[in-house]
C-alpha cells in the first residue's frame, strides 16, 4: 500500500484514513461536512501527493509532446501549462495530462499509477527527437489550496499568485522552502492554487497552509465537490474504452494545434457525427449511494452505468456521474439505477450540477 509523502502529518492531523486504488488516502479528519463547508466558503487544503510527476527535458521535448497529446504544447511559454489527453488511433483516452512548462524542462502530472505506463507509451513513439523523460513521482510535495480565498491565501504565503490562465505558475518561497505556485483548473469549481515544492520541504508548506487559515480536506468532501462539478477523473470515470468526445473534454483539445494521435476521430466525431454515450449526472432518490459500474435504465431496458456516486452535501441526497445513452442523456429525463435486486429511482441532470 501507497502512502502519501505527508503521512504523519495527515495522521496527526487527525485523519480517518482508508484505502483508494492502490494508495492510503485521508477519507475525513472528523467532519467532512465542514471540510466540505470550508472549500465552498473559505479555504481547503488537499494532499496531491498521489500523483504522478514525469520530467521532460531536451530541445525537442515541446516539439514531441505537441505531436503526441490533444493540447497544444509548443506555443506553451515558461510559467504557462496546459490539460490534454494521450489517446490511441481509435480516439479513445489512455491517459489525462496535466503539463507544466519550465524554462529548462516540462513537468507532466499523471493520474495516481500511472507515471510508469505513460513513460513507456510515450518511449514507444520517440526516435530521433531529442527528448528525455525521467519518472520524478514521490520527489515533489504537492498540495492544494482550494475554495473562495485560496487565492487570498496563497498571496499571504508567497506575496504573489500566477496569472489567471489554468496551470499558469510561478516560483517563491514559505519559509526556508522553494515553491511553485500554481493556478489549478477548477476540480471542485471553485478557484485552486497548487504549492509545490520537494518532498523533503512538504512540512514546511503543510504547517504555513494549516497556520494561515486552511482547514485539511479529505476525499469525502473532494468527492462531493468534484462530482458536483462533474469533474472526470481517469481511473474512476473515464478509462482506455472512452472516447475523448463522451466526456466534458473542452479544456483538453485545440483544434488548431495540428495533428497528434486520435486527432482525426476526435474531428470526425465533430464535423460529421457524434458519439454514442455521453458522462452526465444523475440525482437519486433517497439516501442509497450506488457502486460503479451500476446499471442505469429506462424500464427494463439498461441505458448506461454510473462511474462515480457520492453523497452530496450541497444537495443533500446521493448524485453520480453516469455514462448514459445519448437519446436519453437529457436534463429531466426519468431513469433508474440497479442497485442489487432493486431500483433507485433518479433523474438525469445536466453538469455542473445546480444547487
Given at each position: 500500500m501507497n502512502r502519501l509523502p505527508l503521512h504523519d502529518a495527515h495522521v496527526a492531523a487527525g485523519a480517518k484514513l482508508g484505502t483508494v486504488g492502490d494508495w492510503e488516502l485521508p477519507l475525513d479528519y472528523g467532519d467532512a461536512a465542514a471540510e466540505y463547508a470550508a472549500v465552498r466558503t473559505g479555504a481547503g487544503l488537499v494532499d496531491r501527493g498521489d500523483r504522478g510527476v514525469l520530467e521532460i527535458t531536451g530541445k525537442d521535448r515541446a516539439k514531441f509532446l505537441h505531436a503526441m497529446v490533444s493540447n497544444d504544447v509548443a506555443s506553451l511559454q515558461p510559467g504557462q501549462g496546459t490539460a490534454a489527453t494521450f489517446l490511441d488511433v481509435h480516439g479513445k483516452v489512455q491517459v489525462v495530462l496535466d503539463l507544466w512548462a519550465l524554462d529548462d524542462r516540462i513537468l507532466m502530472l499523471t493520474p495516481p499509477g500511472m507515471s510508469e505506463k505513460t513513460l513507456a507509451d510515450f518511449d514507444k513513439f520517440l526516435f530521433s527527437?531529442?527528448?528525455?523523460?525521467?519518472?520524478a513521482t514521490g520527489e515533489l510535495a504537492m498540495l492544494v489550496l482550494v475554495g473562495p480565498a485560496s487565492l487570498s491565501l496563497a498571496e499571504a504565503l508567497v506575496g504573489a499568485t500566477p496569472a489567471d490562465a489554468a496551470w499558469s505558475h510561478i516560483t517563491g518561497r514559505i519559509g526556508s522552502a522553494e515553491v511553485r505556485v500554481v493556478r489549478g483548473a477548477g476540480e471542485t469549481g471553485k478557484p485552486e492554487v497548487w504549492l509545490v515544492a520537494t518532498a523533503a520541504d512538504g512540512p514546511v508548506l503543510w504547517r504555513a497552509a494549516l497556520d494561515a487559515g486552511a482547514r485539511p480536506v479529505g476525499r469525502t468532501a473532494m468527492e462531493s465537490l468534484r462530482v458536483e462539478a462533474g469533474t472526470a477523473v481517469f481511473g474512476q470515470d473515464v478509462?482506455?474504452?472512452?472516447?475523448?468526445?463522451?466526456?466534458?473534454?473542452?479544456?483538453?483539445v485545440s483544434y488548431t494545434k495540428g495533428c497528434y494521435i486520435g486527432q482525426e476521430v476526435v474531428v470526425r466525431i465533430r464535423d460529421r457525427g457524434h458519439v454514442n454515450r455521453l458522462l452526465t449526472g444523475l440525482r437519486l432518490d433517497g439516501a442509497e449511494i450506488p457502486p460503479p459500474g451500476a446499471e442505469v435504465r429506462m424500464g427494463p431496458d439498461t441505458v448506461g452505468r454510473v462511474t462515480s456516486a457520492t453523497w452530496s452535501f450541497g444537495l443533500d441526497a446521493p448524485i453520480a456521474l453516469a455514462f448514459i445513452r445519448r437519446q436519453h442523456a437529457a436534463a429531466g429525463t426519468i431513469v433508474s439505477v440497479q442497485t442489487g435486486d432493486r431500483p433507485l429511482g433518479a433523474v438525469v441532470s445536466a453538469l455542473p450540477f445546480a444547487r
Open positions: 527527437e531529442k527528448a528525455d523523460f525521467r519518472d478509462d482506455d474504452t472512452v472516447l475523448l468526445p463522451e466526456i466534458p473534454f473542452t479544456h483538453l
